[in-house]
């Protein structure tokens, strides 16, 4: 979609910055870093897995999964977008969660509270949806989980539209911007990849 | 009559607010936000008005609220014995708590062009900086880099190492304070990289604001608390 595809709701200012900017220097930064050794070459995900390092991160990882997280981001989010799920995406929300607003609240309090820079998640593990907040790059793939759905919590993403008021920009993000089309083909997906 | 009704209204909620503070003294000391010694637009063109009011107003406000909230609980988990409950706030304690502290000392590091910001450190400071980094640019170089490469949210730090009596460079993540990189690190200069402190002004160029926040730096503090913990 266009940079102003997510007016009002994301500013197409916001969408410069974040993906011509933000979103532009981990990609062109990481390929950089992996120049001339191992990793070159080598698909997205497998660099992550082996910087990751369980958790002694090595050089990369930072770029390697910022360039990831941010390419599932904005394909979390459509114009439009927003509203109640459906169909067997909902069936599991209310599975694990109870209902939906229990899950849009769990949700909701882990990118609020997520400290500093971060992500918040829904995720697919075991058979089970769960929601995770993960700080700075990390995301569920190096904690073994499927992401299904993602909200940046990193200042940038949201500072030029909501300052300081994190809140509100969750809020929006959940009742305006959320692709659940995108979210339930990941689903499909994870599903079929766990049988 | 009208100026006596004023006078007893302040009387009254001068009276709520000892009271209160009492109340806190049987349990807890809160905090309040420290106020600025300078207008919010007195840094410009370094940083913006707009950016020091949100800054303070919001960021480091919302910081102080917190923290007495988590200080408010921990007092209520201490007395029950709640051994699980002290533990879990510690984290809520560690960001706010730091936040504050951070801030505090923050807004002490920053002067207007005219009250001195910018101007280059003297006397002790001025020669241990020399001694530990070869210049005074060459702290600015060092620290500039470190601040641009921390990922994330965080701080770096011109700090004095009580014990070995040495200037160290240093950052710290989120709201860590310096202290928990070392229990002899005393803050000298700290410049908060997070977000907040300069996108609305730099966006993404982080390099930037780091280049223009020296302008700034109010050197006489840093040079007040190094000759005060040296002695």
């Known amino acids: 979609y266009p940079l102003d595809a997510l007016e009002p709701h994301m500013s197409k200012q916001t ?47 930072n770029n390697a999964a910022q360039a990831w997280n941010h390419e ?124 | 009559m009208a100026i006596r009704s004023v006078a007893s209204r302040r009387t009254l909620s001068s009276l709520k607010e000892s009271s209160s503070k009492l109340l806190g003294l049987r349990g807890i000391q809160t905090f309040t936000l420290p106020d600025l010694p300078y207008d919010y637009s007195a840094l410009e063109p370094a940083i913006s008005g707009e950016i020091m009011q949100i800054h303070h107003q919001k960021h480091h406000q919302t910081y102080v609220t917190n923290y007495n909230n988590a200080l408010e609980q921990l007092d209520q988990a201490v007395n029950k014995g709640d051994a699980s409950t002290v533990v879990k706030l510690h984290s809520a304690i560690k960001f706010n708590g730091g936040g504050h502290v951070n801030h505090s000392i923050f807004w002490k590091n920053l002067a207007p062009v005219n009250q001195g910001g910018g101007e280059p450190p003297k006397g002790a400071l ?26 994330g949210s965080g701080w770096v730090w011109l700090g004095l190492d009580k014990e070995l009596k040495k200037l160290v460079v240093d950052t710290t993540a989120n709201q860590d304070p310096l202290v928990t990189k070392g229990g002899s690190l005393v803050p000298l200069v700290g410049i908060d990289v997070w977000e907040h402190a300069y996108y609305l002004q730099y966006k993404n160029v982080r390099p930037d604001y780091l280049k223009n926040v020296w302008k700034v730096i109010n050197w006489k503090y840093a040079s007040e608390v190094y000759e005060s913990e040296c002695k």
Request: glycine residues 8%; negative net charge.
């Open chain 1, 15 to 61: 969408l410069e910055f974040h993906w011509g900017k933000h979103h532009r220097a981990y990609v062109d930064n990481l390929k950089k870093q992996v120049l001339g050794s191992e990793l070159e070459g080598k698909p997205l995900e497998h660099i992550i897995q082996n910087t990751y390092n369980n958790g002694d991160l090595l050089p990369p990882f």
């Open chain 1, 72 to 195: 599932f981001f904005w394909e979390s989010m459509k114009p439009g977008g927003g509203g109640k799920p459906s169909g067997e995406l909902l069936a599991l929300l209310e599975r694990d969660f109870t209902s939906y607003e229990k899950f849009y609240d769990e949700f909701n309090a882990a990118a609020a509270t997520q400290f500093g820079a971060g992500w918040a998640w829904l995720a697919y593990a075991d058979n089970k949806l769960k929601v995770v907040k993960t700080p700075n790059a990390v995301n569920p793939l190096v904690l073994g989980s499927f992401p299904l759905l993602t909200i940046d919590v990193w200042e940038h993403a949201y500072y030029l539209d909501f300052q300081n008021r994190r809140p509100d920009y969750i809020k929006t993000f959940m009742n305006n911007l959320v692709s659940w089309e995108a979210v339930s083909s990941r689903l499909e997906a994870a599903k079929a990849a766990s049988s």
């Open chain 2, 126 to 151: 001025g020669g241990a900086i020399d001694t530990h980094f070869g210049s005074l640019e060459g702290l600015v170089k060092k620290m500039s880099a470190e601040g641009a490469a921390l990922q």
